[in-house]
T-cell receptor, first 114, second 111 residues
């Protein structure tokens, strides 16, 4: 257990559906992240939140909408996704955002868009 | 663009051997480096880190070496065990940026 919990572990959704991924960290960290992991590609940073404020958005399509209601919870709202969005979505947290410190990862949500 | 990469996508070793996984980085301003291990069905797990003011750091059965001259990072695993089978990622950053990950090396350990 890393202290970062993601739900659901697996999700299958149609291209017209709306769903949300949830992440919760129990580490008292101030920063939270969403990464996308596709086969044969490096982890791609999607969003960075520091103290509930978005500090980085790496040109992610608007069909992905993050929400950080407090420093312990992070959501990724999904709507009108494409099959190429199928991937493992990883949440992570760290003590501070974008500082020289390790990030702790959840186990990920395996998303399949059909 | 600047990125972190790995020399080999796969590495196969026998149980008990020492493993060396390599990583090259291109951002000379990077000052912090991490190795992560990712087992099937799990998220990446921290193994060991090193800051740019060091060239070697040891943990339990693992050693990370940093050569800033050639921008090279390596992870050495002593007495490799079947439980070490996983994908290994290096990641780097400089203060003010998020971690940048390489593609990963799949380590397979046969007994």
């Amino acid at each position: 257990e890393t202290g970062v919990t993601q739900t659901p572990r697996h999700l299958v959704m149609g291209m017209t559906n709306k769903k949300s991924l949830k992440c919760e960290q129990h580490l008292g960290h101030n920063a939270m992240y969403w990464y996308k992991q596709s086969a044969k590609k490096p982890l791609e940073l999607m969003f960075v939140y520091s103290l509930e404020e978005r500090v980085e958005n790496n040109s992610v399509p608007s069909r992905f909408s993050p929400e950080c209601p407090n420093s312990s919870h992070l959501f990724l709202h999904l709507h009108t996704l494409q099959p190429e969005d199928s991937a493992l979505y990883l949440c992570a947290s760290s003590q501070e955002a974008q500082m020289n410190t390790e990030a702790f990862f959840g186990q990920g949500t395996r998303l399949t868009v059909v | 663009g600047e990125s972190v990469g790995l020399h080999l996508p796969t590495l196969s070793v026998q149980e008990g051997d020492n493993s060396i996984i390599n990583c090259a980085y291109s951002n000379s301003a990077s000052d912090y480096f991490i190795w992560y291990k990712q087992e099937s069905g799990k998220g990446p797990q921290f193994i060991i880190d090193i800051r740019s003011n060091m060239d070697k750091r040891q943990g339990q059965r693992v050693t990370v070496l940093l050569n800033k001259t050639v921008k090279h990072l390596s992870l050495q695993i002593a007495a490799t065990q079947p439980g070490d089978s996983a994908v290994y990622f290096c990641a780097e950053n400089q203060a003010g940026t998020a971690l940048i990950f390489g593609k990963g090396t799949t380590l397979s350990v046969s007994s």
